[in-house]
């Protein structure tokens, strides 16, 4: 039985050792550097999450944790924001890089600020751990403690990378120094994060241990492209008429602003002829959002949003105001969990309730 022991024991450790992190010696398959910025001399991507529209709060100032302490994020920390930031959207890439021996956090976002100035860019903030704010011994792993800048950029939940790997290992050990800023590129209509920390390593991580990470985050800002399907005012009847509502997808703001967008008048169109066709019928226009930010302001928010479309639709569209009652209701009514991208795109929506 000993002996049996000792071989499973072998057998465990001999799979834990061909699961550790190693240093590389090229980059991870497909994966590439940003047009707009480029890499450190001789450092490798660990891991790399392009998408074609997404967003990012890009912190241009220290982080404070919130008034409310009883907040927590998804993973039981004590939520911190930045004192000052940019809300943005567009084009993102998402890439790691671990650097050569003996690169200092320092030296490697000196580089980043100096390829940036070299084109035509500014460097809008900086900072280093722990004036940074939050757990600066912390990368994007960890709970019940404080958030760290990391967490911010992007969540434990957000990491792909297969655990023990090269890029897991990056974005989840412990951290020693940490330093930041956030780069402008005019000329690209861009913005860069970078966040530059040496790893402390760890029993799956040993090989990367005191190497310098650089988690660059590239937003390409545009208009996010229009693929949803515009519901026709008679499909709005049928909805609302079997589900008591309507969820549409159609009405466009920016992040953060109640400003209806141009490419909502295919939508505003039909509400308009729902009404028309229904005389009788009277409409809450609710606002929903995702919980990015504070509950409050976003109950602001999605009130303001909602008197928006009244506003588009009575001045544009001949629409009766008195038909229609603006209401927020913040994050207080998601249809999915808003731990995911996909899951907060559902959740920023306008419905049209019944009000008769």
Known sequence: MKRFGLALAGLLLAGVALADATLPKADIAGAKDSPL??????????????????????????????????????????????????????????????????????????????????????TLFECKSPECGGDGTRSSDGGGGDQSLAMLLTSQDQIKDKAFTNGSCAQTGRTGEQRYAALELPNANAFVSVLAYSLEGGTYCTALEHRTVVVVDVLELKAMEQKMVTVKAEEMAQSITTNGRVALYGLYFDSGKADVKPESKDTLAQIAKLLSTSPALKLLVVGHTDNVGEFNSNMDLSKRRADAVISVLAS??????????????SFASPIAPNTSEDGKAKNRRVELVPNN
């Open 316 to 329: 544009q569209y001949k629409a009766d105001r008195k038909r229609l009652t603006p209401v927020g209701v």
């Open 37 to 122: 910025i480029g890499r450190f001399a001789g450092s490798f991507i660990v891991s790399q999450d392009n998408r074609d529209f997404d967003e990012l709060k890009l912190p241009l100032g220290p982080l404070k944790a919130v008034a409310d302490k009883s907040k927590r994020d998804t993973h039981n920390n004590m939520v911190f924001e930045p004192t000052q930031s940019k809300a943005l959207e567009g084009k993102r890439s998402h890439i790691v890089y671990l650097l050569p021996d003996k690169v200092s956090p320092l030296q490697a976002v000196r580089n980043y600020q100096n390829d940036a100035a070299a084109k035509g860019g500014k």
